[in-house]
């Protein structure tokens, strides 16, 4: 396994449009969570799962962004009707059950988007 | 809500000096404090990860503290070199929660 894949790696597209992300985390990571980063930020968490199981939406996902896991292996990110604020790096990232001494996360290496 | 403080938020040196970059968090009831590089336009690289019951954590030229009662991590890069180059950011889960929490980064330029 070489870690957590992302694709595209750039994706443009016209304003309205509709986009969709996938990740492919580390196989035996049941933890699964996107993040976007705008420029000269830190990445802001959006989502998170467990196995299959949607477990929390930052209030920063609006009703046009929907992350889905079937089958507790890849994700999808789909955004709806983007708009030029939508331009940003969508990270994907990985990891196992944190338990008490907490693991670390493995990051893709993101899809960036532009909206024009 | 845990925030995460990095400074400076740039810093360019002469190839061969010492880096220190700072961190400082808000919430001490963490599990772990994790810090990354970006090149630009890429995602995130892994550099170290410190559990809260360690004090410190070493890879290579590569060294990071925990103070957690104070709140506070220091990464020491020895003897930069220009491909030490880019954005460092640290980042931590508080206590009993998954989401990280991430500082806007300290970037970094190496001068060959």
């Known amino acids: 396994d070489t870690g957590v894949s992302q694709d595209p790696r750039h994706k443009i597209t016209k304003r309205g449009q509709n986009v969709t992300f996938r990740c492919d985390p580390i196989s035996e990571h049941n933890r699964l969570y996107w993040y976007r980063q705008t420029l000269g930020q830190g990445p802001e968490f959006l989502t998170y799962?467990?196995?299959?199981?949607?477990?929390?939406k930052s209030r920063l996902l609006s009703d046009r962004f929907s992350a889905e896991r079937p089958k507790g292996s890849f994700s999808t990110l789909e955004i709806q009707r983007t708009e030029q604020g939508d331009s940003a790096m969508y990270l994907c990232?990985?990891?196992?059950?944190?338990?008490?001494?907490?693991?670390?996360?493995?990051f893709g290496s993101g899809t960036r988007l532009t909206v024009v | 809500k845990q925030e995460v403080t990095q400074i400076p938020a740039a810093l360019s040196v002469p190839e061969g000096e010492n880096l220190v970059l700072n961190c400082s968090f808000t919430d001490s009831a963490i599990y772990n404090l994790q810090w990354f590089r970006q090149d630009p336009g890429k995602g995130l690289t892994s550099l170290l990860l410190i559990q809260s019951s360690q004090r410190e954590q070493t890879s290579g030229r590569l060294n990071a503290s925990l103070d957690k009662s104070s709140g506070r991590s220091t990464l020491y890069i020895a003897a930069s070199q220009p491909g030490d180059s880019a954005t460092y950011l640290c980042?931590?889960?508080?206590?009993?929660?998954?989401?990280?929490?991430f500082g806007a980064g300290t970037t970094v330029t190496v001068r060959a």
């Open positions: 990232a990985s990891s196992p059950e944190t338990g008490e001494l907490g693991y670390g996360y493995t």
């Open positions: 799962f467990q196995n299959e199981a949607q477990l929390e």
């Open positions: 980042a931590v889960p508080a206590s009993n929660d998954y989401k990280l929490s």
